[in-house]
């Protein structure tokens, strides 16, 4: 069973690259997702225009990430565009994979 995404909340400081940014992949290429104070996802694009804009209250500021292993997209709450995908698929999808072998 895939997890449920808006129970997970990691520290935010962890997914901050040098440049002080909300990072869109940690090491391996793994996909992070954010939320906010009502668990609202967020992608890497807006968590980081949140913060810019708005270091004090903004609606959808970052409060805590995650990386999004397995699972459905998941789609970003602020701007409804950006689709996070997680690494490993959705294990609860009914599409096959079809392995072709040479002989």
């Given at each position: 069973m895939a997890q449920d995404y808006r129970t997970t909340r990691w520290n935010l400081e962890q997914f901050r690259g040098e440049d002080g940014k909300l990072i869109h992949n940690v090491d391996g290429g793994y996909?992070?997702?954010y939320?906010?104070?009502e668990d609202n996802v967020l992608c890497p694009d807006c968590a980081n225009e949140s913060e810019a804009e708005n270091e004090a209250g903004h609606e959808y500021r970052p409060i805590a990430g995650d990386v999004h292993y397995e699972g459905?997209?998941?789609l970003c709450d602020q701007d409804n565009a950006h689709v996070i995908e997680s690494a490993y698929g959705d294990p609860d999808s009914k599409?096959?994979?079809i392995y072709v072998y040479d002989t």
């Open positions: 996909p992070v997702y939320l906010d104070g459905p997209d998941i599409e096959e994979e």
